[in-house]
């Protein structure tokens, strides 16, 4: 199972439209955006399970962004979406001979390597389906596929529970796992409290404190 060819697939929308829920200035929220990206490719870009990191996105920093860590990035101009941008992903996936590809936001920056390998190691041969839910269970902060188009995504209000009875349609491999680092995204400032009270990643901290304070 380690041999599979997995991809790890990360849309980025344009960061002066992103996370319209979080009371801060543009500017901060944007450097907010750069620097949980970096975060999430860094600990991507380190982990033995991922073979290669795919960024769906329309915004040039974060193009930028990812290919100082190796990413692919695939053009998403018209930002249709995550599930748009997944789609995307998925064509290329599949055309270059994927095995299984992993969702994930953006904004779980606190998530790290020991993660992602427990995620995977819940998978099962030959195909399978993986859904991490958010801290508030109002999202789905990981989805794992394989084959890589087992199933559309379905991003939207309690999206876990319709990835989850979506998988269980099409494999009898489809689980929920509970990780409470890839649970803590970042969408409004109470999220942002939360996560910055929290003993992770103390250098990470700093970095956001020095932006928002």
């Known amino acids: 199972m380690c041999d599979l060819k997995t991809a790890a697939i990360i849309p980025v929308k344009t960061f002066s439209h992103a996370k319209t829920r979080l009371d801060l200035p543009a500017s901060q929220k944007e450097e907010l955006c750069k620097i949980m ?3 999430i490719l860094h600990t991507v870009s380190m982990s033995p399970k991922i073979s290669e990191a795919v960024i769906v996105t329309g915004e040039k920093e974060a193009a930028r962004i990812g290919k100082k860590f190796g990413a692919t990035v695939l053009e998403d101009q018209r930002e249709n979406g995550v599930n748009g941008a997944v789609a995307i992903a998925d064509r290329y996936l599949l055309e270059s001979g994927f095995d299984a590809s992993m969702v994930l936001p953006q904004d779980i920056p606190y998530i790290k390597v020991q993660d992602i390998d427990f995620v995977m190691n819940h998978m099962g041969i030959p195909n399978f389906a993986i859904v991490v839910p958010s801290r508030r269970f109002d999202g789905t902060n990981a989805l794992v596929r394989m084959p890589v188009d087992l199933m559309e995504t379905h991003y939207d209000e309690g999206s876990y529970k319709i ?6 349609k099409y494999t009898s491999n489809a689980a929920l796992v509970f990780v409470r680092r890839i649970m803590t ?29």
Not at 188 to 213: H, M, S, T
């Open 163 to 168: 990835h989850l009875s979506t998988a269980k």
């Open 185 to 213: 995204d970042v969408d409004n400032i109470e999220d942002l409290k939360y996560l910055l009270g929290q003993a992770e990643k103390p250098q990470l901290v700093e970095k956001i404190r020095a932006i928002i304070e």
């Open 37 to 39: 990206l970096e975060e």
